[in-house]
Structure formats: structure tokens, C-alpha cells
């Protein structure tokens, strides 16, 4: 199934107390380019995305975003630096003997020494997180492959559309090309004629010229090639897989076809014709730049 090179998807969800939030965006790339914002106390999950992208795609500039709050704290530690406490309470009895204050020191009046305490979260487990991460990053990523071939779905249908319109014209370029030859013959004769008035002149002669003439302007080779590289073409977008760089080398193939039967031709409305199988060629490159 053809697939586009452009998508999205987002999800939102809360797993084990935190609230889980994955965002996926991608844009046509010539090879597979991966891009992550993560927050720096998760940062060892940029590995694990990137494969885990990277085993759904095969080309694209991919950008990754990934939101992870803590909604319940667990296993948190506080700690009493006693060193510290001890040399406050020294330093207020201290003050309480030499000023002749009443008050004790309290442990109301000690806790405003935030210092004196530390916090201490135990270390995050890696495959926890990351358990609870990918069911997120499932559903984002379903939601943006979804888009991608829906967009695949509609290029496909374009270029199909654009080589039928090619085809059309190839079969009118091939339906001229012997016209060409019977008017270059009438040409011939018709100068000789009035060159040698009323004299005889070689018959043999003139159709060894015009034989020499239609296998200059002859296209037919490039014709049946053009119409087999547009049967090759249909069958690469009914097939499974990434065709994106195949396709872009048939259609390079498909220009110098277009061009070779351009230069062969003397008649102006192949001319025309060749002009207009070129444009089309050139919208459907465009459009399998961001083809998969």
C-alpha cells in the first residue's frame, strides 16, 4: 500500500500516575531522520523511540515529542543534613545566652532552615516508564500511520490519473509519427517535381531517402518503452513496501524516453505533445518526492 511521507499523530493518556503525553510528526526525507524533545530526566528513552520508529518507517524526517508528569510522588526519601541542624541550634543558644533572650530554640523555628532537608526521588525504572510510555505511543503512532496512508491513497490516485493522461498522448505522438513520413515523402517529390519539370527521376531514390528519413524520426523504441516503464509504474503502486526511490528512477527514465522522442521530432505537433508528456511527467516526480 502506498504510503505518504506526511503524517501526524498525538495521544494523551494517564498510566501508573503520570500523565503521558506523545507527539509524532514527519515530512519527506531522502533517507530515515529521527529528532526527539524529551525531557532531560527521561532522555534515556531516545534510543528506545527511535527504534521503535524507525521499525514503522523507512524514510521521512521524523520529530518526536514526549511529555511526562508525575502526578503521585512515590518512593520519595527526605532527608536531615544533622551537621547543619546541630550548628543552628549552637549558633540560636548562642544568641539566646549573650542577648538574654527567654526563648528555647523550637523545632517550629528550626524548619525554617529549609537546608537543613533534602528531598531524594529513588531512581526511575527504565522499563517501568517505558511499559507505560509505548501504549501511549501506540495509538499516536496508529493515528499518524492512518494519515499517511490516506494521503498515500490520494497521490496514488493523482499519478495514476497524470499517466493515463501521458499514455493518452504518447498514442497520439504514436499516430502522427507515420503522417510525418507520408508528408516528408510528399515534400520530397513534390520539390524534385518542380526541380526536374517534366523529366523522370529515380523513384528508388526517393524512397531510399524517405526510408533514411523515418528511421531518423522513428520513435517507436522509446514509445514501447515509455508504456512499459508506466506498466512497471502501476504495478509499484499496487505492491507492498517503500517504493518512493524506485519510482524516482523510473520516472528519470520516463524523462529521457519524453526527450529522445523530442529530439527526433520535425513535426510541430509532436512537438507540442512532447512538451505536454514532459509537464506531466515532471508533476508526477513531484509527487512521488513524498511518497514512502
Known amino acids: 500500500m502506498v504510503q505518504s511521507m506526511t503524517g501526524y499523530g498525538r495521544n494523551e493518556e494517564t498510566i501508573g500516575g503520570r500523565r503521558i503525553s506523545f507527539e509524532i510528526k514527519a515530512v519527506n526525507h531522502k533517507y530515515f531522520e529521527f529528532s526527539s524533545r524529551i525531557s532531560r530526566s527521561y532522555l534515556f528513552l531516545e534510543e528506545k523511540?527511535?527504534?521503535?520508529?524507525?521499525?514503522?518507517?523507512?524514510?521521512?524526517?521524523?520529530?518526536?515529542?514526549?511529555?511526562?508528569e508525575t502526578l503521585e510522588e512515590t518512593d520519595v526519601e527526605v532527608q536531615v543534613n544533622h551537621s547543619l541542624a546541630s550548628g543552628y541550634l549552637r549558633a540560636l543558644e548562642e544568641l539566646k545566652e549573650r542577648h538574654g533572650l527567654s526563648?528555647?530554640?523550637s523545632l517550629s523555628l528550626l524548619t525554617r532552615y529549609s537546608d537543613i532537608f533534602s528531598v531524594h526521588k529513588a531512581p526511575e525504572n527504565e522499563e517501568e516508564?517505558?511499559?507505560?510510555?509505548?501504549?501511549?505511543?501506540?495509538?499516536?503512532?496508529?493515528?499518524?500511520?492512518?494519515?499517511?496512508?490516506?494521503?498515500?491513497?490520494?497521490?496514488?490516485?493523482?499519478?495514476?490519473?497524470?499517466?493515463?493522461?501521458?499514455?493518452?498522448?504518447?498514442?497520439?505522438?504514436d499516430s502522427i509519427t507515420p503522417e510525418t513520413i507520408r508528408e516528408y515523402e510528399e515534400r520530397l517529390k513534390g520539390?524534385?517535381?518542380?526541380?526536374?519539370?517534366?523529366?523522370?527521376?529515380?523513384?528508388?531514390?526517393?524512397?531510399?531517402?524517405?526510408a533514411i528519413f523515418a528511421d531518423k524520426v522513428a520513435v517507436d523504441e522509446e514509445?514501447?518503452?515509455?508504456?512499459?516503464?508506466?506498466?512497471?509504474?502501476?504495478?509499484?503502486?499496487?505492491?507492498?513496501g517503500p517504493i518512493g526511490r524506485k519510482l524516482d528512477?523510473?520516472?528519470?527514465?520516463?524523462?529521457?524516453?519524453?526527450?529522445?522522442?523530442?529530439?527526433?521530432?520535425v513535426n510541430s505537433k509532436i512537438a507540442y505533445l512532447v512538451v505536454d508528456v514532459k509537464s506531466?511527467?515532471?508533476?508526477?516526480?513531484?509527487?512521488?518526492?513524498?511518497?514512502e
Request: neutral net charge; proline residues 1%.
Open 223 to 240: 514509445v514501447v518503452r515509455l508504456r512499459s516503464h508506466f506498466s512497471q509504474l502501476k504495478s509499484m503502486l499496487e505492491s507492498e
Open 249 to 265: 528512477f523510473l520516472v528519470q527514465e520516463m524523462n529521457r524516453e519524453a526527450n529522445t522522442i523530442g529530439s527526433k521530432s
Open 129 to 173: 516508564i517505558w511499559n507505560a510510555v509505548r501504549p501511549v505511543a501506540d495509538k499516536a503512532v496508529d493515528s499518524f500511520l492512518q494519515m499517511r496512508m490516506a494521503e498515500g491513497a490520494r497521490l496514488k490516485a493523482d499519478v495514476l490519473t497524470k499517466a493515463e493522461t501521458i499514455l493518452s498522448l504518447v498514442d497520439k505522438i
Open 191 to 210: 520539390k524534385i517535381e518542380e526541380l526536374l519539370g517534366s523529366n523522370r527521376f529515380d523513384e528508388q531514390r526517393v524512397l531510399t531517402e524517405v
Open 280 to 291: 506531466e511527467i515532471e508533476k508526477i516526480r513531484e509527487q512521488i518526492q513524498n511518497i
Open 103 to 105: 526563648d528555647a530554640p
Open 49 to 68: 523511540l527511535k527504534s521503535y520508529i524507525q521499525g514503522k518507517l523507512s524514510r521521512g524526517k521524523v520529530d518526536v515529542f514526549l511529555q511526562i
